[in-house]
């Protein structure tokens, strides 16, 4: 899972730039190299958007909330769980999760991220546990 602190910020950052404003996904995520305050460079020959990076922002949400689901206990992980930035609410309907499904959601109040479980109706019970920093 790509929920490092580095892998988080990178995520969050390509959230914002790439796909949060535009509300379009990015036909390509590459290395090239830029500073810091510079928006990603722009590949204007690739095609838009292409097949595999529609999986790319639910990844990116992924590593963001530091989220992990465990199918065969039916659990949900939260590890150092962040929004994404100028996102103070989000909601994941029917999280699917082994047999079960829950939604999830998340909310920042006081600088502080809470993930509150709803259960879905007719739904075998779905587990959550919040994990501290570095705990595997």
């Given amino acids: 899972m790509l929920a490092g602190a580095w892998y988080r910020q990178t995520a969050n950052r390509t959230f914002i730039t790439e796909i949060w404003p ?41 590593a963001i909330l530091g989220l992990e689901t465990d199918g065969f206990t039916r659990t949900v992980r939260l590890r150092q769980t962040s929004l994404p930035s100028g996102v103070d609410r989000l909601k994941l309907e029917k999280l699917p999760v082994g047999e079960g499904q829950v939604t999830l959601e998340f909310r920042l109040l ?25 705990r595997g």
């Fill in 22 to 62: 535009p509300l379009r996904l990015p036909a390509l995520c590459c290395g090239f190299r830029r500073d810091a305050d510079e928006q990603p460079v722009a590949y204007p020959v690739a095609c838009r958007p292409q097949a595999w990076v529609s999986g790319a922002v639910f990844m990116l949400l992924q």
């Fill in 110 to 134: 006081n600088g502080e991220v809470s993930a509150q479980p709803v259960q879905d109706a007719g739904q075998p019970q779905v587990g959550l546990e919040i994990l501290p920093a570095g």
